[in-house]
């Protein structure tokens, strides 16, 4: 799989994801720190990337439909802590590994995972 890291979330954990055998990369990696959102969505689309964000606005799906995306993995945490986000990207990511999600929005906590598309 292939994953685009949203700027509310630290190129550390691209690492992470990368440590999983997966390729990721961060919008600050790709130079696009500051972009709004419409921006990095086509960034994710254009790059058949799966877009991982903490960004609410990404789960409203009236919005940013995930139908014509390569999927969007929304963690919902409290706190997001980076501990957190790690053990939520690392527990996601094992759950996932089988699962398509073009055109899927996958919504992540501590405990479970719920997709909608």
């Known amino acids: 799989m292939k994953f685009l890291l ?3 979330l630290s190129p550390r954990h691209a690492e992470t994801i990368r440590a999983l055998g997966h390729d990721a990369t961060s919008v600050a990696e790709l130079g696009l720190a500051g972009a709004d959102d ?3 969505r086509c960034a994710a689309i254009e790059g058949g990337r799966i877009l991982v964000t903490l960004d609410g606005d ?3 799906v009236l919005r940013f439909p995930p139908a014509a995306t390569p999927g969007v993995l929304r963690l919902r945490l409290h706190p997001p802590t980076e ?3 790690a053990a939520a990207l690392r527990f996601a990511i094992a759950r996932l590994d089988d699962v398509r999600l073009d055109g ?5 906590d501590e405990r479970k995972i719920r997709i909608r598309g």
């Open 6 to 8: 949203d700027e509310n």
């Open 38 to 40: 419409c921006a990095v």
């Open 58 to 60: 990404f789960a409203n």
């Open 83 to 85: 501990e957190a986000i």
């Open 104 to 108: 899927k929005l996958a919504v992540v």
